[in-house]
C-alpha cells in the first residue's frame, strides 16, 4: 500500500547538507502496523513528513520515491495533496493534544474536518463526529465541550479521531501517546488496536519507547543515523536482534512488560550527520568494529526470512 523506496532528505545548514534521512526504502501493507525504531534524531520523525509532504525549506527531499496505492505521492499537486492528506492518510503528533483549537468545541474541530472533504448535512456530520468519540472511548455528550474541558489522554483520543475521520486507509502516529502517563498510553494503544482491527487500516509507528513498539508491532525498521540499519518482524526482532545497535537498544529495557529504564545500552552519542562516519555509521560506537567496519558500508541483507540487516557480522 505504502512504497517507500531510496528516500533522500538533507537539511540544508550553513555548515552543508545534514544527511537526515540517507536512502531508506521499506514498505507497508494493509492492515499492518509497521514500526520505525531509533534514538532521537535518526531520522523517524522525517520520514514521517517527507510521506505526508510537510516537509519546508531548509529540508529537502533529496532523491527516492514514494507510492501510495501506487500514486507518487511526491508528484501530486496542491488538490491531490489536500484528498491524501486526512482522506487516504492521517497523522497523529505527540503535540497534536496541544494544538486543539482551545476555542472550538470538539466536535466542531471534528465536523470541520468532515465538511471539508465529504460535504455532510451538518446533522449527519454532527452525528459522525458523535459517532467517532464514541468510537475513541469517550461519552458522545461530550462533543460539545471545550479542548480545556477534558484531559490530557481524551484530548488525544480527540486528535485520533479527527485523525480517522475520514476513515483513511493508512495512519501515521509519531509518538501518539508520549506525552502522557503509562496507564493512559496502554490505554489508548490498545484502543487503537481494536479499532485497527474493526477498520482496516495500517499504521506507520513511531516511538522512541521499545517495549511499546515491540507490542504493538506487526514489523519494525531500526533507524540508526538516517539508515535502516535492520529490519524484521517485531517479535523476530526482539528475541534475535542482530545488529549491534538493535542489541543496544534491546539490552536498555530489561523486559517487555517491566519498568522502563533510560537508553544505557549505547556508550557515545548519534554521530554528526553533516559528515557521518565512513563505513557502517555505527562503528566509533560498535563494540564489534573490525577493521573493514571504518572503510565499506555494509549493505542491508536478508539474513534469514524476512529478517534484513546491514552489518559486516554476517
Ligand atoms: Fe559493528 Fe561493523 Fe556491524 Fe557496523 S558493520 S555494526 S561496526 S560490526
Ligand atoms: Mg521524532
Not at 9 to 17: A, E, F, I, K, M
Not at 52 to 68: K, S, W, Y
Not at 72 to 92: A, I, P, T
Request: glycine share 8%.
Amino acid at each position: 500500500m505504502l512504497e517507500v523506496e531510496k528516500l533522500h532528505v538533507r537539511y540544508l545548514t550553513p555548515r552543508g547538507p545534514v544527511r537526515a534521512v540517507d536512502g531508506v526504502s521499506f514498505n507497508i501493507t494493509p492492515g499492518e502496523v509497521f514500526g520505525l525504531a531509533g534514538e532521537s534524531g535518526s531520522g523517524k520523525s522525517t520520514i514521517a513528513h517527507a510521506i505526508m509532504r510537510l516537509l519546508h525549506p531548509p529540508a529537502v527531499i533529496t532523491g527516492g520515491q514514494v507510492h501510495f496505492g501506487g500514486d507518487d505521492v511526491l508528484d501530486m499537486d496542491d488538490d491531490e495533496l489536500n484528498e491524501f492528506r486526512w482522506g487516504q492518510v492521517s497523522m497523529v503528533f505527540q503535540s497534536a493534544m496541544n494544538a486543539l483549537n482551545p476555542v472550538l468545541t470538539v466536535g466542531e474541530q471534528i465536523t470541520d474536518v468532515i465538511d471539508r472533504h465529504l460535504h455532510l448535512p451538518k446533522k449527519e456530520a454532527r452525528e459522525r463526529a458523535a459517532f467517532l468519540l464514541d468510537l475513541v472511548g469517550i461519552e458522545p455528550s461530550r462533543i460539545d465541550s471545550y479542548p480545556h474541558q477534558l484531559s490530557g489522554g481524551m484530548r488525544q483520543r480527540v486528535v485520533i479521531a479527527i485523525a480517522l475521520a475520514l476513515n483513511p486507509p493508512l495512519m501515521i502516529m509519531d509518538e501518539p501517546t508520549t506525552a502522557l502517563d503509562v496507564v493512559v498510553q496502554k490505554e489508548i494503544m490498545q484502543q487503537i488496536e481494536q479499532l485497527k482491527e474493526k477498520m482496516g487500516f495500517s499504521i506507520l509507528f513511531i516511538t522512541h519507547d521499545l517495549s511499546l513498539m515491540v507490542e504493538f508491532s506487526d514489523r519494525i525498521g531500526v533507524m540508526y543515523a538516517g539508515e535502516i540499519v535492520e529490519l524484521a518482524p517485531a517479535k523476530e526482532l526482539f528475541e534475535n536482534p542482530l545488529h549491534p545497535y538493535t542489541q543496544g537498544l534491546m539490552n536498555s529495557f530489561p523486559s517487555i512488560t517491566g519498568p522502563k529504564v533510560k537508553l544505557t545500552g549505547i556508550p557515545g552519542a548519534p554521530p554528526d550527520m553533516v559528515e557521518p562516519p565512513s563505513g557502517c555509521r555505527f562503528h566509533p560506537r560498535c563494540p564489534h568494529a573490525m577493521e573493514k567496519c571504518s572503510t565499506i558500508v555494509p549493505r542491508l541483507q536478508e539474513i534469514k526470512p524476512e529478517h534484513f540487516v546491514a552489518c559486516h557480522l554476517y
